[in-house]
RNA sequence: GUGGAUAUAGCGUAGUUGGUUAUCGCGUCAGAUUGUGGUUCUGAAGACCGUCGGUUCGAGUCCGACUAUCCACCCCA
């Protein structure tokens, strides 16, 4: 017996009972990004190393540890994309629609990939809905952003269980200041803190702030505050967004504590916390990029965007109980008894699918019975036993799986008598034909 | 990279203080007077008990290593 090859680490099948999932969260998100005006864009799963390493930032967790990269013929490198913002800035510059009439604004939904350990709701390949837009310094652009991930998770009835949360980071000038003023802070504890935040000390202060470790916590209660350190403008811009989503109506909390770990990041930052997902509980995350665009280009364009795991998104939906799409099931199962049967069947199947109907008949030569339980298994709304009698006679009857009603058919004139079954079928006075006595 | 937990048929499980042919349910397949599904009944197939090694007269049951999965740290979607 060979050993059998499983699927990579954090990894995962979507298996045919699972994808009416995907596929509902997938259009409708898309179909409220289209109201939004946005439109889809695909970029390559991989792209240059280096694309990563400018936007994402050579100091991140993201681009250090979690990168899969490949090696090319020649010296090039390149890498599955850990995330979907940066292929898209790359796309939009190399197309040249960054000099288009602006905003632009742009979504896409995506595999990445992270070298990780697995844990819930956080795998190795996982997929994600973002959207960008570029071209607006407007707080109105942020709050525009917001509500359309806050529009989404409303449509799937989630918005009294994803939390927003909002912060400013400020922009490069107000951050260092702020950098500054957190290590003086917290260097007079630096032998309290834990090992990692000793490191995080030199390294990035910022995240000092969203350490677990009760120890930290507690010295970091205490710590200055992000927003205390804005300069004009970055206060002016966050407090308009604060205004223009209170206008909405849309509920958020700041959290000073939110400092994403992506280095491009400006000022606002967001992100929707489910809290009954396990330890992943950002099923959101997104913010403003201001200099992205011109760090990659020269070009200097204010920008912003977010992204939500579906996996994420999908599992808190799970979580409760929602109800998904219908997938499309078998209008009708033909029944064949013998060869000869079995060849009007797929005769008549094919004449079906292209009158549009979903039509299947036996493939594997099985009896009556087990085609029967068959049909049944596939949820096949009607079935038509067809042997030598209905051969002979040319007469057949149609059967409708869930109320038992039989309609009598001639072959000849399959198509136009199951069109007006599957007419009525719905109706409650289909019944008319059911003069059968079982 | 660091911790913790778990590994028995396709899936979910029982397996007592180590003792002869390893439970049960679901699913699959086949039947229940020979041309009809969903209920019920009967039967069948399907597991070298994650892998390797050790203790023992004897291990699914004890010990060790490895591997995988899950959860958490970390990080983030």
Same mark, same amino acid.
């Given at each position: 017996m060979a050993k059998l090859i499983k699927r990579p680490k954090g990894t995962q099948d979507i298996l045919p009972a699972d994808i009416m999932k995907w596929r509902t969260v997938e259009t409708y998100s898309g179909m409220i990004a289209e109201q939004f005006g946005f439109r889809e864009i695909r970029t390559p799963v991989f792209e240059d190393t280096g694309l990563f390493v400018r936007s994402v930032g050579d100091t991140s967790d993201v681009v250090t540890k979690e990168m899969y990269t490949v090696s090319s013929k020649g010296s090039d490198t390149f890498t599955l994309r850990p995330e979907g913002t940066?292929?898209?800035?790359?796309?939009?510059?190399?197309n040249g629609l960054i000099h288009e009439s602006?905003?632009?604004k742009v979504y896409y939904i995506i595999p990445c990939y992270r070298h990780e350990r697995p844990q819930a709701g956080r795998l190795r390949e996982f997929h994600t809905f973002g959207a960008e837009m570029f071209g607006s310094a407007s707080p109105y652009a942020d709050a525009e952003m917001i509500l359309m991930a806050h529009s989404i998770f409303e449509f799937f009835g989630l918005s009294d269980f994803v939390e927003l949360h909002i912060n400013s980071i400020g922009c490069p000038e107000c951050r260092a200041k702020y950098r500054e003023a957190l290590k003086a802070f917290f260097e007079p504890h630096r032998s309290e803190l834990c090992p990692t935040c000793r490191e995080r000390l030199d390294k990035n202060p910022l995240r000092l702030l969203d350490c677990k470790s009760p120890e930290c916590r507690e010295i970091a209660a205490g710590a200055p505050v992000m927003l205390d350190y804005l300069c004009d403008y970055c206060r002016e811009h966050f407090d308009q967004l604060r205004d223009i989503l209170t206008d909405f109506g849309v509920k958020f909390t700041v959290d000073p504590k939110i400092v994403r770990g992506l280095d491009y990041y400006t000022r606002t930052v967001f992100e929707f916390i489910s809290n009954e997902i396990g330890a992943q509980g950002t099923v959101c995350g997104g913010g403003r990029y201001d200099n992205l665009v011109g760090e990659l280009s020269g070009y200097s364009v204010p920008a912003l965007g977010f992204g939500f795991g579906l996996e994420r998104l999908i599992l808190t939906l799970e979580n409760r109980g929602a109800t998904f799409d219908e997938g499309r099931t078998c209008d009708i199962y033909l029944v064949s008894m013998g060869d000869e049967a079995r060849r009007k069947c797929a005769l008549l199947a094919d004449q079906l699918r292209q009158n549009g109907y979903a039509a299947e008949y036996d493939l594997i030569g099985r009896g009556l019975k087990p085609q029967m339980k068959y049909a049944d298994k596939i949820g096949a709304k009607h079935v038509c036993v067809i042997g030598d009698n209905e051969l002979g006679t040319g007469d057949a009857k !149609?059967?409708?799986?869930?109320?038992?009603?039989? $309609?009598?058919?001639?072959?000849?004139?399959? !198509?136009?008598?199951?069109?007006?079954?599957?007419? $009525?079928a719905d109706g409650e006075d289909g019944a008319e034909e059911s003069e059968e006595k079982e």
């Amino acid at each position: 017996m060979a050993k059998l090859i499983k699927r990579p680490k954090g990894t995962q099948d979507i298996l045919p009972a699972d994808i009416m999932k995907w596929r509902t969260v997938e259009t409708y998100s898309g179909m409220i990004a289209e109201q939004f005006g946005f439109r889809e864009i695909r970029t390559p799963v991989f792209e240059d190393t280096g694309l990563f390493v400018r936007s994402v930032g050579d100091t991140s967790d993201v681009v250090t540890k979690e990168m899969y990269t490949v090696s090319s013929k020649g010296s090039d490198t390149f890498t599955l994309r850990p995330e979907g913002t940066a292929g898209v800035v790359r796309a939009m510059l190399e197309n040249g629609l960054i000099h288009e009439s602006l905003p632009q604004k742009v979504y896409y939904i995506i595999p990445c990939y992270r070298h990780e350990r697995p844990q819930a709701g956080r795998l190795r390949e996982f997929h994600t809905f973002g959207a960008e837009m570029f071209g607006s310094a407007s707080p109105y652009a942020d709050a525009e952003m917001i509500l359309m991930a806050h529009s989404i998770f409303e449509f799937f009835g989630l918005s009294d269980f994803v939390e927003l949360h909002i912060n400013s980071i400020g922009c490069p000038e107000c951050r260092a200041k702020y950098r500054e003023a957190l290590k003086a802070f917290f260097e007079p504890h630096r032998s309290e803190l834990c090992p990692t935040c000793r490191e995080r000390l030199d390294k990035n202060p910022l995240r000092l702030l969203d350490c677990k470790s009760p120890e930290c916590r507690e010295i970091a209660a205490g710590a200055p505050v992000m927003l205390d350190y804005l300069c004009d403008y970055c206060r002016e811009h966050f407090d308009q967004l604060r205004d223009i989503l209170t206008d909405f109506g849309v509920k958020f909390t700041v959290d000073p504590k939110i400092v994403r770990g992506l280095d491009y990041y400006t000022r606002t930052v967001f992100e929707f916390i489910s809290n009954e997902i396990g330890a992943q509980g950002t099923v959101c995350g997104g913010g403003r990029y201001d200099n992205l665009v011109g760090e990659l280009s020269g070009y200097s364009v204010p920008a912003l965007g977010f992204g939500f795991g579906l996996e994420r998104l999908i599992l808190t939906l799970e979580n409760r109980g929602a109800t998904f799409d219908e997938g499309r099931t078998c209008d009708i199962y033909l029944v064949s008894m013998g060869d000869e049967a079995r060849r009007k069947c797929a005769l008549l199947a094919d004449q079906l699918r292209q009158n549009g109907y979903a039509a299947e008949y036996d493939l594997i030569g099985r009896g009556l019975k087990p085609q029967m339980k068959y049909a049944d298994k596939i949820g096949a709304k009607h079935v038509c036993v067809i042997g030598d009698n209905e051969l002979g006679t040319g007469d057949a009857k !149609i059967r409708n799986m869930r109320t038992g009603w039989e $309609t009598d058919v001639r072959l000849e004139d399959f !198509i136009d008598t199951f069109t007006a079954v599957m007419f $009525t079928a719905d109706g409650e006075d289909g019944a008319e034909e059911s003069e059968e006595k079982e």
